[in-house]
């Protein structure tokens, strides 16, 4: 009895932990864009991933240094990087009724009707759903994906395993044919949540033809782990989903959108192919595999709102100098390398909303951004460029605290001790206060 009321105490926590912080980022990541992008749609026909050759597929494996590097720094930068609309990946996590969101209103719980309406709302404008392989062929510039006669591509993906998939989602996506992504941590499903999916219906929604892939074992902030502890996180999630689910993990989405350059080299050297972000923009020829671009969809999206995200821009960008998700701990000069030709002063460059210091070189298209220390765990950097009425944009994280609980020497901590921990400081901190 006693236990069963610690584990739901516990659940209970970890989930409005994992509630608050992931907020608490969105509210500072993914901005809405003022304008929905239009124009020129790139002619492209489907091609059929057997007229790939296998050596390509196999060059672009990362398995040297330099194929390493170019995984994480893709030299070139299109030419044509304006007439590609990209494919932007939408992010759920709760569908309910409107019964369950007067229960328990959270501001990631979309309405079984606005579900509706939206997925209505993308078959009607043309898109069409597709899954992370194909997603990968076409940023590596391997397949063309159809964007004729209007056509858009996109992903439509679900974070952690609610049920509601198979109560609500699921129906709605067949309606369109649409294929889905599950990104699902194991613990939730271990834990046998009222609202999470069992193992036997994650193995029926993989055999309907949506993916299976992981969001980590027990969605941690990966910023706080060293690296052996990432490494597990993604090795251990991919075997029980692989396992249990019947899937064939690989791609993942990070938890709260947050990760560390280690991250990315891990995931690479695990098997993974591709990773998701929470940051602004559709992805495009040349994107960083591991720093997909994905929007979180919430209850308060509108049509308008809904439209802005789907229909977003983005502003290619390569790291010449620094790391994605590198720690900053002194002022530190970071070199992008984004579209030569632009005009400076239609740029905007900030840190949350502060305006940040910066130089272009409209020849060679380097931008020079100062990332200063911050008490702060992470920084997320935005480069906007407004053209006319269009707005395109790129993102990049900076963490600033190194991994504190390995620091504390418990590298193998469990969830429940670390929020255990946290419990008792806020208690001590109400207490003194
Ligand atoms: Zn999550």
Not at 72 to 90: C, F, H, K, M, Y
Not at 171 to 176: E, R, T, V, Y
Not at 258 to 274: A, M, V
């Amino acid at each position: 009895m006693y236990s069963r009321y610690k584990a739901f105490i516990f659940l209970t926590a970890f989930i409005f932990a994992v509630f608050g912080a992931t907020v608490w980022f969105q509210n500072r990541s993914a901005n809405i864009p003022e304008t929905p992008g239009p124009e020129a749609q790139p002619a492209g026909v489907a091609a059929d991933l057997a007229e790939v050759p296998p050596a390509q597929l196999v060059a672009a494996a990362p398995t040297s240094a330099a194929a390493e590097a170019s995984a994480t720094q893709p030299s070139e930068i299109p030419a044509n990087w304006r007439d590609d609309l990209g494919v932007p990946i939408l992010c759920y996590h709760q569908i309910v009724t409107d019964e369950q969101y007067r229960e328990r209103p959270t501001p990631y719980a979309v309405t079984v009707k606005q579900f509706r309406e939206q997925m209505q709302w993308l078959a009607d404008k043309n898109f069409y759903a597709i899954l992370p392989n194909d997603l990968l062929l076409y940023i590596r510039g391997e397949k063309k994906l159809d964007f004729a006669n209007g056509k858009r591509p996109i992903m439509i993906t679900f974070d952690d395993g609610n049920n509601d998939f198979v109560n609500h989602a699921q129906k709605i996506l067949d309606q369109h044919n649409f294929k889905s992504v599950l990104y699902i941590y194991p613990t939730y499903i271990m834990a046998r949540k009222e609202r999470s999916l069992t193992w036997a219906q994650i193995q029926a929604v993989r055999k309907a033809g949506h993916a299976i892939e992981s969001h980590t074992m027990w969605h941690p902030m990966l910023s706080t782990m060293t690296d052996a502890e990432q490494r597990a996180q993604f090795a251990d999630s991919k075997r029980i989903l692989n396992q249990k689910g019947g899937a064939d993990v690989k791609h993942l989405a990070y938890p709260f959108g947050i990760y560390t350059f280690s991250s990315l080299r891990l995931l690479r050297e695990l098997g993974y192919q591709t990773a998701g972000t929470t940051f602004h923009g559709a992805n495009q020829v040349g994107e960083d595999p591991y720093l997909l671009r994905r929007f979180l969809i919430v209850k308060g999206d509108g049509e308008k709102q809904f439209a802005q995200k789907t229909l977003a821009r983005s502003l290619p960008l390569r790291y010449l100098s620094g790391e994605p998700g590198q720690v900053i701990e002194s002022q530190a000069s970071v070199k992008f390398k984004i579209p030569g030709g632009l005009e400076q002063s239609k740029f905007k460059v900030r840190v949350f909303s502060t305006a940040q210091d910066f130089s272009y070189d409209k020849k060679t298209g380097e931008l020079t951004v100062q990332v200063a220390p911050s008490k702060k765990r992470l920084s997320v950097l935005e480069i906007l460029y407004k053209e006319g009425s269009v707005e395109y944009r790129a993102n990049a994280l900076f963490n600033h605290k190194r991994a504190t609980i390995a620091e504390a020497g418990t590298a193998k901590a469990k969830p429940a001790k670390v929020k255990k921990k946290k419990r008792k400081k806020k208690r001590k901190a109400a207490e003194d206060e």
